[in-house]
């Protein structure tokens, strides 16, 4: 099966995962466009190490896509809208080991924006 992925764009036209992809050194943009692509492929099944669903009621339904070349580390958030389609809400480059909370809550507000926007099309 064949999943649609999409960029969530902002109210104002920026679209936060394209903006993320533009400023990634060129071999890990590379990478996370393969990880997209696999996202695409496999849907739900694709599993760790390339994502993880985020942990605790408050953020279920939010997923993260791992992205990893060398030391270089970086992650975007998205959703499942329908049974086919995933949205990608936004991402980091992460410099921490933990995920910082105010880019956890970002997707959720994009989320809730898209939802109220959009509905479940």
């Known amino acids: 099966m064949s999943y649609n992925v999409e960029f969530y764009k ?5 679209v936060p995962v394209q903006e993320l992809l533009i400023n990634l050194p060129s071999k890990v943009r590379a990478k996370a466009i393969l990880e997209i692509e696999l996202l695409k492929k496999h849907g739900l099944d694709l599993r760790e190490p390339y994502t993880k669903a985020l942990r605790g009621k408050k953020y279920k339904g939010i997923y993260e896509l791992r992205i990893r070349f060398s ?3 970086a992650r975007i958030f998205y959703f499942m809208l329908k049974k086919d389609k995933f949205i990608l809400l936004n991402g980091f480059v992460k410099k921490t080991s933990k995920t910082p909370i105010r880019e956890i809550e970002r997707a959720l507000r994009y989320r809730d924006d898209f939802e109220r926007r959009f509905g479940n099309e």
């Not at 902002?10 to 920026?14: A, L, T, V, Y």
């Open 10 to 14: 902002r109210i104002n036209g920026e």
């Open 71 to 73: 030391s270089d580390s």
